[in-house]
């Protein structure tokens, strides 16, 4: 396989995968959709070990590759730089601290199915590799926030833009490759995972918000149609 | 009367003296093209210049006589610059309307005319012409100086760049975002340490490097400015100074070396520190 496959096809695939996984776990638990729900509370309580730090941790990364020239202007102070990067790193370390608890609740209860339990292993696998390689790579390759803000956000923009740029992320050392390779593969596992509940049940209630008015819409032209049919001019003898 | 007489010639000699190091000065300066509006500098289309090299110099030389068309130097000064602009555009055209001068220089060289450029808008023609008029291709840009000759201004100028104190103009990120010296502490790690960097590459290789990016820089477009030649030069300054002061084992002042320091910089203590070194690894005489 050709790294650069990794960096230009891949993230597309990952994505493919999130989408159509999602959707599937949709048709095939919209049916039982009650049941999903009532199941939230338990994986939320499972996955709530660490959410802060690993949502804190989240949000950083979509500030640096989504904004930044506000990195750039932020680091342009050294005393701010060491703030972020050292802030960023404190993050890091209690987000692995959490994946540990989460691990050990993981561990801790079985679940009903195979697959299912797989799939959070790997995905929780796949997580451990991002945290530990974002914290070895804040350690070996100093200012990755100004460097991630310089070459990776180029990368992505690349990516949403359908136009990839692979070689952005192919002149990263190892594990920022390892880093990037896993983020991707963690959307493309998420779906075969529990946490795909709460995307199931946020898909569902967004199906039912927006089929609320195009309901009303229909049931106001089917009666719109009873009134003016044109049957009744047609066959007037059969009113 | 006498002493003051003769104080009053050496004060007019001196001001004499000091009239010609500032016209040498001013003449130095004129040699250097800047491309990012500097004062006392040249200045010139790059694109103006490239188009000169690549279209110009395989037939005619500036200031060296003629190679196959005639010498250019002077040529804005010898013919007006419609003509100049019409015969560039197309002198085909104007050797067929039968004007005299273009006429005659088809006679003297040989009956080969020029090619016409009529893909050259007036404005590129224009540059071009600007271009020859300030001096062509005489004139050098800056970043080719050596960085010896480096102000101290320069060199703190490239160290505020190399941090990021000071923003490059075409929005390049600073040098410390990958990259660190001995003795800065907020310096990357994710690219290699520049510290002896002038000293390996030596200063010619090192400008033609700081040319280009050190990564893929702009995707869309390969054309892209990056440093000024001003920009360019003041890193190169600031990267020999860490290359001299490391040599010389003072890296501290790397940080922020004031202006005393950077001129009283040793150096041949600096290649002396180098060679003592080649000596200690090369081990006793036998």
Known sequence: MKTSFLFAAWPYIALSLFLAGILVRYLLDRRRIATVTAELSEVRELFSAGRLWLLLLLIGHAIDLLFPRVIFWWNSSPTRLYLLEGAGFAIGAAALAGWLRLMWRHLDRSNRSAITEISDTVFLSLLLIGILSGLLMAVLYRWSSSWGAMIIAPYVASLVRGNPAAGFALQMPFLVRLHIFASFSALAVLPLTRLASFAVVALDRSFALIGRPVSVTAHGAEAWFRKHNPASWLWPEED | MKRFVSAGVRDLGRLALLLLLVAASGMSQFAWADDDGGLNSAKFSPEAAAIFNRRCTACHTYGRGIKVGPDLKGVTERRKRDWLLKFISSSSSVIKSADPTAVALFTQFKQQRMPDWTDLSEKQINDILDFVAV??????????????????????????????????????????????????????????????????????????????????????????????????FAVKAFLRQASVLHAAGNANTVQQPNSAEIRTTPIKAAQAALSSRADARKGPAR
């Open chain 2, 135 to 232: 001096g062509g291709p005489d004139i050098k840009p800056a970043d080719e100086r050596n960085a010896d000759l480096a102000t101290p201004a320069d060199i703190e100028n490239g160290r505020q760049l190399f941090t990021g104190q000071t923003h490059f103009k075409y929005g390049a990120q600073p040098c410390s975002s990958c990259h660190t010296v001995h003795g800065l502490s907020s310096g990357g790690s994710l690219g290699p340490d520049l510290t002896q960097t002038y000293f390996r590459y030596q200063d010619r290789a090192l400008t033609q490097f700081l040319r280009h990016p050190c990564f893929q820089w702009n995707n869309s477009d390969s054309s892209a400015p990056y440093l000024t030649t001003r920009e360019s």
